[in-house]
């Protein structure tokens, strides 16, 4: 098992920048296939973006695609998420998860994911 603690999050202006990051325990952190969510208020958990075990590939929803980069340090256990050029519109909870060898599949799915943290708000204002 793995347990995940986000943390970065915050009130920031519109076209600013913030940098999510994702603790993972444990010592197999390599072998998980790790992904961003997001839920804004009153609307669905919603996919952003994706990391492979080895941080080769990685896959974002059209909205962020240009804006947003995730990364991940196999050493430190941690996975980040670079977040640029922010909109109100990404105003949301982000969520980190983790999927043990990518079994759910690739881009990994809401559902089909094992592990999650708690989250952490980002709220971006206009």
């Known amino acids: 098992q793995v347990q995940l603690l986000e943390s970065g999050g915050g009130l920031v202006q519109a076209v600013g920048s913030l940098i999510l990051s994702c603790a993972a325990s444990g010592r197999t952190f390599s072998s998980y296939t790790m992904a961003w969510f997001r839920q804004a208020p009153g609307k669905e958990r919603e996919f952003v973006a994706a990391?492979?075990?080895?941080?080769?590939?990685?896959y974002y929803t059209s909205s962020v695609k240009g804006r947003f980069t995730i990364s991940r340090d196999n050493a430190k256990n941690k996975v980040y998420m670079q977040m640029n050029s922010l909109k109100p519109e990404d105003t949301a909870v982000y969520y980190c998860?983790?999927?043990?060898?990518?079994?759910?599949?690739?881009?990994?799915?809401?559902?089909?994911?094992?592990?999650w943290g708690k989250g952490t708000l980002v709220t971006v204002s206009s």
């Open positions: 990391i492979s075990r080895s941080g080769g590939y990685t």
């Open positions: 998860a983790a999927d043990y060898l990518g079994i759910s599949g690739w881009p990994p799915r809401d559902n089909g994911m094992p592990y």
